[in-house]
């Protein structure tokens, strides 16, 4: 291929609808106009003999072609802006937004801090939460479609960077009139409660039904629910009780004026962490170095000091259903 024939702007307006996956979004990104950024896509399909991007009703969705090219262009785009212009790094001035996958229990725990840091010390910082959804967040993180991934995904392909937040206590939720509001709160009395199953996947069971199995017990799952945001507000004034993690359930109880109780059922080891995820390609990059360390210094991480961009690596299996 012969790059004196090619217009290398045309390479920064590809990066930025592989980013975007909208053309509008990402003219604005290059500060072009809408029609002057489509015919700059235009002379790319032309010379590249590819369409690159085909329109969807849910955006612009690229090629395998396009899917080929995008890490490459990104990386040497990257490599150059870093090699020609590298300013100091503020947060305090910066303008960018950050896309973070997880799921409504994280996005309680995390953003009411987040969004305070913030407003205090880069203000021009916006923060844009996507759900998971079908596609792996790995699909999404080699994409560029999100810039973090935080939940728990299992082991982690090497060309990521992770970071290991513990969260390993559970904690069980009740209205103040419920019977297990008072007394001993063992399996026997657990297990013969009506219960509420978060389960954002949609499962019927979760470790809770496993370790009342192992000794003999059953439990009647009255209500499943897929999203922890909903919970209080049920379990209020009802006589359901629901096993979730400690954290929310210290944020929930005090506002919903709910009965906490530590869960009887031991948290297995698979469900006792949290992960945060980037790719490894953005570790050079000051501004994510500097989001990621906001971001698990919010969440209290155990495992990966601020300043620490690659972090402790450890396998953890996907939070689910309790």
């Known amino acids: 291929m012969n790059l004196r024939r090619l217009d290398l702007n045309l390479l920064v307006?590809?990066?930025?609808?592989?980013?975007?996956?909208?053309?509008?979004?990402?003219?604005?990104?290059?500060?072009?106009?809408q029609?002057?950024?489509s015919n700059a896509l235009a002379r790319l399909r032309h010379y590249l003999k590819d369409d690159l991007f085909i329109r969807r009703p849910?955006?612009?969705v690229p090629t395998p072609r396009a899917l080929e090219l995008a890490p490459h262009i990104h990386a040497a785009l990257l490599a150059l802006e870093h090699a020609l212009d590298q300013p100091a790094f503020d947060p305090a001035t910066m303008t960018r937004v950050f896309t973070?996958?997880?799921?409504?229990?994280?996005?309680?725990?995390?953003?009411?801090?987040?969004?305070?840091?913030?407003?205090?010390?880069?203000?021009g910082v916006n923060v844009r939460v996507v759900p998971p959804n079908a596609r792996a967040a790995f699909e999404r993180l080699d994409a560029r479609e999100v810039d973090f991934a935080l939940g728990g995904f299992g082991a982690i392909p090497e060309r990521y960077a992770v970071a290991v937040i513990q969260d390993n206590e559970f904690s069980c939720l009740m209205d103040r009139k419920h019977p297990l509001a008072r007394g001993k709160l063992d399996l026997v009395r657990y297990a013969a409660a009506k219960h509420l199953?978060?389960?954002?996947?949609?499962?019927?069971?979760?470790?809770?039904?496993l370790s009342l199995a192992e000794h003999g017990l059953m439990r009647r799952v009255a209500l499943t629910v897929n999203h922890f945001s909903v919970v209080p507000a049920i379990?209020?004034?009802?006589?359901?009780?629901?096993?979730?993690?400690?954290?929310?359930a210290d944020q929930y109880a005090p506002l919903y004026q709910l009965a906490q109780r530590a869960s009887p059922v031991p948290t297995p080891v698979a469900y006792s962490h949290i992960q945060l995820l980037w790719h490894r390609r953005s570790s050079g990059q000051a501004a994510m170095?500097?989001?990621?360390?906001?971001?698990?210094?919010?969440?209290?991480?155990?495992?990966?000091?601020?300043?620490?961009?690659?972090?402790?690596?450890?396998p953890a299996t996907r939070r689910a259903s309790t």
């Open 13 to 33: 307006i590809f990066d930025a609808l592989m980013a975007e996956r909208h053309v509008t979004r990402a003219a604005q990104r290059v500060s072009l106009s």
């Open 35 to 37: 029609p002057a950024f």
């Open 58 to 60: 849910a955006g612009m």
């Open 100 to 123: 973070l996958e997880t799921n409504d229990y994280l996005v309680s725990m995390v953003m009411p801090q987040l969004m305070q840091r913030l407003a205090a010390i880069a203000p």
């Open 197 to 209: 199953l978060i389960t954002p996947r949609g499962d019927p069971t979760g470790f809770v039904d």
């Open 235 to 248: 379990i209020a004034n009802s006589d359901l009780i629901v096993t979730l993690p400690k954290r929310m």
């Open 289 to 314: 170095t500097w989001f990621a360390d906001l971001l698990l210094e919010v969440l209290g991480a155990t495992h990966a000091p601020p300043g620490s961009v690659d972090a402790v690596r450890q």
